[in-house]
């Protein structure tokens, strides 16, 4: 067989041993990246939602957030606060339940794939809590 020429069996079975090895590593290190940077997105359009409402807050005579209510569509968020959020964002969905008129109580949250961000605004604290699942439950 001075004229054979071509790859073993055993040497494209090591080739494809390598190539799974190595999807096994990124695919997950990827998966992960894009989860961070979706919930980078979401953090920094619920911090300027939250600045749009401490402005339409302090611009009304009583101080207050308007009515209780929930928005449950950038559209009502826009129309009552004047917030669109940043970038693409066809992938999020955004909510705010004022809880309260009279104090300044209120929920923000994001949600995308699984994956959500929420901060709560009670009368004198502000904390934010991201995760998996959908953002129903308050934050820990």
């Known amino acids: 067989m001075n004229g054979a020429r071509g790859f073993s069996l055993i040497e ?5 041993a ?6 096994g590593i990124t695919v997950p ?4 990246y894009i989860r961070e940077s979706r919930l980078t997105s979401m953090r920094l359009n619920l911090d ?9 807050r302090l611009d009304r005579p009583l101080g207050n957030y308007g009515p209780t209510a929930s928005y449950a569509t950038v559209a009502n968020i826009y129309s009552q606060f ?3 959020p940043e ?3 066809s992938a999020y969905v955004y909510r705010i339940d004022v809880t309260s008129a009279a ?3 209120y929920w923000l949250s994001a949600t995308s794939s699984g994956y959500f961000t929420r901060c709560e605004k009670a ?5 934010c809590c991201d995760g998996a699942g959908d953002g129903s439950t308050a934050c820990p």
């Open 123 to 127: 009368a004198t604290t502000y904390r």
């Open 103 to 105: 104090t300044p109580v």
């Open 29 to 32: 290190l990827y998966n992960g």
């Open 18 to 23: 390598i190539l799974a090895i190595i999807a």
């Open 48 to 56: 300027t939602l939250r600045i749009a409402m401490e402005a339409y």
């Open 87 to 89: 970038g693409d964002n």
């Open 12 to 16: 494209l079975m090591i080739a494809v």
């Open 82 to 84: 004047g917030w669109q």
